[in-house]
């Protein structure tokens, strides 16, 4: 079975069309207009090996705001699509990222429960013209239309490239492990039944 899924969102600040890929390898084509996103989602597919399509035109004149949250809302619709009822998968994920002196962890459930904690101090309120919030941001949307449980901790850093970076790849290697089909599991990882 295919688990992919592609999504168009066109409002009067962005235009954005998504393919996303589950099973893939690690494969991205990015055109978001957004260069440091366009880096972290990047990182994204690779460590998660997911295949990752994304041609985003917002108004990044205004700032990075408006093309970020759409991106994180048409991941975390496609996300959810792509993984249909859920049945085998093991749904659980984790994964610790050192990035030099960061070390970031990232915790999902794919429990069709949406919510984001998020334990991070990033040091700079910028990284180039990106502004640092927007990570908030794009997580929280995503998780959200996703509909899962997003724990995301950074333990330490002082870089906050390093910090954010390794944030990206953690994500990445906790939704594959979570959305991995596990042979062992008959139907949908819950005592209730349905996620």
């Not at 999504?7 to 009067?12: D, F, K, P, S, V």
């Not at 919030?133 to 850093?157: D, P, Q, S, T």
């Amino acid at each position: 079975m295919e688990r992919s899924a592609s999504i168009e969102r066109n409002t009067n600040e962005t235009q954005i069309q998504l393919t996303f890929d589950v099973d893939g390898e690690g494969q991205s084509k990015l055109e978001t207009g957004v260069p440091f996103m366009t880096h972290m989602l990047d990182l994204f597919a690779k460590h998660g090996q997911f295949n990752l399509t994304v041609n985003a035109n917002g108004d990044t004149e205004v700032d990075d705001h408006h093309t970020t949250e759409d991106i994180g809302i048409c991941l975390g619709q496609a996300l959810r699509e792509a993984l249909g009822d859920k049945r085998g998968i093991k749904r659980y994920g984790n994964a610790f990222v050192p990035m030099d002196e960061a070390l970031a962890q990232v915790v999902v459930d794919l429990s069709n429960r949406p919510h984001l904690e998020m334990r991070a101090e990033i040091p700079g309120q910028k990284v180039g013209t990106f502004d640092t919030e927007l990570v908030h941001e794009f997580l929280w949307k995503l998780a959200l239309e996703a509909r899962m449980n997003l724990h995301v901790i950074v333990h330490y850093g002082k870089n906050t490239h390093h910090m954010i970076e390794a944030v990206f790849k953690a994500l990445g290697r906790a939704l594959d492990e979570a959305t991995t089909i596990d042979p062992r599991i008959k139907g949908v990882p819950s005592t209730k039944g349905m996620l």
